[in-house]
Nanobody, 125 residues
């Protein structure tokens, strides 16, 4: 059974940092891309970042977070991290990780095969 477990959310002041973790179980890590999405109250779920876990290890970022967030993969631990720096109030949302079978890191959430349960990030101004 494939499972994704997102963790690391919390309350942080604007300008601060958080590191989210997505632990994966039951999948062949290198065959997948892992994406992070977020959903704020009353808004659509949006693409944040993605990493292809194949040898290319390519990273993709949404324009709104580029330069502030960094995605990385630990193949030994089957875990993907999202380091979030210089947080803004508009970054507050529930963050989800998702797995896509393949290396192309699609921005469309409906392309993803498996989802974690979400972790809440609250940014106070």
């Amino acid at each position: 059974e494939v499972q994704l477990q997102a963790s690391g959310g919390g309350l942080v002041q604007a300008g601060g940092s958080l590191r989210l973790s997505c632990a994966t179980f039951g999948l062949t890590f290198e065959d997948y891309s892992i994406g992070w999405f977020r959903q704020a109250p009353g808004k659509e779920r949006e693409y944040v970042a993605c990493i292809s876990l194949s040898e290319s290890s390519t990273h993709y970022y949404a324009h709104s977070i580029k330069g502030r967030f960094t995605i990385s993969g630990n193949n030994a631990k089957n875990t993907v991290l999202l380091q979030m720096n210089s947080l803004k109030s508009e970054d507050g949302a529930v963050y989800y990780c998702a797995a896509y079978w393949g290396s192309s890191c699609p921005e469309d959430q409906y392309e993803y095969d498996y989802w974690g349960q979400g972790t809440l990030v609250t940014v106070s101004s």
